[in-house]
T-cell receptor, first 113, second 117 residues
Framework: DTGVSQNPRHKITKRGQNVTFRCDPISEHNRLYWYRQTLGQGPEFLTYFQNEAQLEKSRLLSDRFSAERPKGSFSTLEIQRTEQGDSAMYLC???????????FGPGTRLTVT | AQSVAQPEDQVNVAEGNPLTVKCTYSVSGNPYLFWYVQYPNRGLQFLLK??????LVKGSYGFEAEFNKSQTSFHLKKPSALVSDSALYFC???????????????FGKGTSLLVTP
């Protein structure tokens, strides 16, 4: 069990640029989640995949955000036309079908200047 | 709607003393409850969960939590605190009945635990 990995760990970008983050879940986990965490807050749910199907999207996920999970393995989260308000830690988590607990990666810290 | 409240922004305790970090929850059905710990610039680490059964749940690093249905609480406890326990602690809830929108965890704002030598 190698854990959830995320790349890059840090990303600094200028407002208006596009960014893409990658998450590699624990290998036998079918479920994958993206969360966003801002300073002083707990993580907030963005979206959820069961295998390759994106089953739920939060209202936080504006149309500038898109997530994919091709072949039900790794996932990518893309933010187009970044805004300063997008600055946050983006966390990925995965879980088994039968286990409710989610295991989190180290996160990608995005800074939009 | 599901939610959790962590009423304390910070808890201070001396090393060797017992610690309690409070959490109350609101959920329409039966809850799944979780505690996670976050160290600086790190992701969240799973500590323990309550699904059903014994109200006292034991987890990693000597932590335990007590589920109290009548008070809708799930407080995190440890009999003897260590300086290395200093971190940010998050309580989370999920409705037991999963659905397409039911698998996401709802987190509290977190409680910063400071254990002093």
């Amino acid at each position: 069990d190698t854990g959830v990995s995320q790349n890059p760990r840090h990303k600094i970008t200028k407002r208006g640029q596009n960014v893409t983050f990658r998450c590699d879940p624990i290998s036998e986990h079918n479920r994958l989640y993206w969360y966003r965490q801002t300073l002083g807050q707990g993580p907030e749910f963005l979206t959820y995949f069961q295998n390759e199907a994106q089953l739920e999207k939060s209202r936080l996920l504006s149309d500038r955000f898109s997530a994919e999970r091709p072949k039900g393995s790794f996932s990518t989260l893309e933010i187009q036309r970044t805004e300063q308000g997008d600055s946050a830690m983006y966390l990925c988590a995965s879980s088994r079908d039968r286990g409710p607990e989610q295991y989190f990666g180290p996160g990608t810290r995005l800074t939009v200047t | 709607a599901q939610s959790v409240a962590q009423p304390e922004d910070q808890v201070n305790v001396a090393e060797g003393n017992p610690l309690t970090v409070k959490c109350t929850y609101s959920v329409s059905g039966n809850p799944y409850l979780f505690w996670y710990v976050q160290y600086p610039n790190r992701g969240l680490q799973f500590l323990l969960k309550y699904i059903t059964g014994d109200n006292l749940v034991k987890g990693s690093y000597g932590f335990e939590a007590e589920f109290n249905k009548s008070q809708t609480s799930f407080h995190l406890k440890k009999p003897s605190a260590l300086v290395s326990d200093s971190a940010l602690y998050f309580c989370a809830v999920r409705d037991m009945v999963g659905s397409n929108s039911g698998y996401a965890l709802n987190f509290g704002k977190g409680t910063s635990l400071l254990v002093t030598p």
